[in-house]
């Protein structure tokens, strides 16, 4: 096993460790928990990092080196490694653990799959020609921010769901513990601000390459046709908050139906023929 692959799948289990003590902190409300979630979690970033560097030297090695971020291995890696860089600096500027039991988790699950999943090549491949272009890192980097921003709007919108069940389960104590449903509204608007962003570089970066490698801006390719309709969904989240001052519940909700849209851009569209079929 090449020594990155390695590296990347122990950061599974630093993963899995880090999530483990989010969950305590926030069930238990035991601070004692919470920096050590953090500094597992900073520490599996770093060793993340390293290995995502380490992979990209050894891409150069074997004569065919490119960014680390052209297969479904390197995508679902580099998807974890953003959930968990976004979370962290979220973290550090609400100066806030809670939402790290309902985010951390996904990093985890991304790195799993990636790392066990007998379906996942891990090995450094070629770049196929429709790869071979400068755009690719900008493309995937500015989409997978944004799908980062919005896995934390979605654990910020189950959070906000669960804080709205407080009073009918009294008999459920770590609900007091989570923030006010007013903060975590503010949160999930922020984020998906962010997400928005980002995905919507993403699709015009996409749009420049695909006329670069194709000639043509846009081809109703299935990924790209589920990229158009999870930006209107936050979209119309973002207009029917400034127009019609939705907030709250409905915008917990949408935060939840708007991921299910990403996974499935993510993930779903592999199982259709199209131009993105190679992820």
Same mark, same amino acid.
């Given at each position: 096993?090449?020594?990155?692959?390695?590296?990347?799948?122990?950061?599974?289990?630093?993963?899995?460790?880090?999530?483990?003590?989010?969950?305590?902190?926030?069930?238990?409300?035991?601070? /004692? +928990? @919470?920096?050590? *979630?953090?500094? #597992? $979690?900073?520490?599996?970033?770093?060793?993340?990092?390293?290995?995502?560097?380490?992979?990209?030297?050894?891409?150069?090695?074997?004569?065919?080196?490119?960014?680390?971020?052209?297969?479904?291995?390197?995508?679902?890696?580099?998807?974890?490694?953003?959930?968990?860089?976004?979370?962290?600096?979220?973290?550090?500027?609400?100066?806030?653990?809670?939402?790290?039991?309902?985010?951390?988790?996904?990093?985890?699950?991304?790195?799993?799959?990636?790392?066990?999943?007998?379906?996942?090549?891990?090995?450094?491949?070629?770049?196929?020609?429709?790869?071979?272009?400068?755009?690719?890192?900008?493309?995937?980097?500015?989409? /997978? +921010? @944004?799908?980062? *921003?919005?896995? #934390? $709007?979605?654990?910020?919108?189950?959070?906000?769901?669960?804080?709205?069940?407080?009073?009918?389960?009294?008999?459920?104590?770590?609900?007091?513990?989570?923030?006010?449903?007013?903060?975590?509204?503010?949160?999930?608007?922020?984020?998906?601000?962010?997400?928005?962003?980002?995905?919507?570089?993403?699709?015009?970066?996409?749009?420049?390459?695909?006329?670069?490698?194709?000639?043509?801006?846009?081809?109703?390719?299935?990924?790209?046709?589920?990229?158009?309709?999870?930006?209107?969904?936050?979209?119309?989240?973002?207009?029917?908050?400034?127009?019609?001052?939705?907030?709250?519940?409905?915008?917990?909700?949408?935060?939840?139906? @708007?991921?299910?849209?990403?996974?499935?851009?993510?993930?779903?569209?592999?199982?259709?023929?199209?131009?993105?079929?190679?992820?």
């Amino acid at each position: 096993m090449i020594i990155n692959t390695t590296i990347l799948s122990w950061v599974t289990f630093i993963y899995f460790g880090s999530a483990i003590f989010y969950i305590f902190r926030t069930v238990t409300g035991k601070e /004692f +928990f @919470g920096p050590l *979630a953090s500094f #597992i $979690a900073l520490a599996g970033l770093i060793a993340q990092t390293f290995g995502l560097i380490l992979r990209w030297f050894e891409s150069y090695k074997m004569g065919i080196g490119h960014a680390p971020l052209s297969n479904l291995y390197e995508s679902l890696i580099f998807f974890a490694w953003t959930i968990v860089l976004l979370y962290l600096i979220v973290e550090w500027r609400i100066k806030s653990r809670n939402l790290g039991a309902f985010v951390i988790p996904f990093a985890f699950l991304s790195m799993a799959f990636a790392s066990f999943s007998p379906n996942v090549n891990s090995r450094i491949q070629p770049l196929i020609p429709a790869l071979q272009s400068n755009w690719l890192i900008s493309h995937v980097i500015t989409c /997978f +921010f @944004g799908y980062a *921003a919005f896995t #934390i $709007a979605c654990g910020l919108g189950f959070m906000y769901l669960l804080k709205g069940l407080e009073k009918e389960q009294s008999s459920r104590p770590f609900l007091r513990f989570l923030p006010g449903r007013e903060v975590l509204d503010e949160l999930t608007y922020h984020s998906i601000v962010i997400g928005f962003i980002f995905l919507t570089l993403g699709i015009i970066t996409g749009s420049v390459w695909a006329y670069s490698a194709w000639g043509s801006y846009w081809s109703w390719d299935p990924k790209e046709t589920w990229s158009l309709v999870t930006w209107f969904i936050y979209a119309a989240m973002l207009h029917s908050r400034f127009v019609s001052g939705w907030r709250g519940k409905r915008m917990a909700i949408m935060s939840l139906i @708007g991921f299910a849209s990403v996974l499935f851009t993510y993930f779903g569209v592999n199982y259709l023929p199209g131009l993105h079929s190679y992820f």
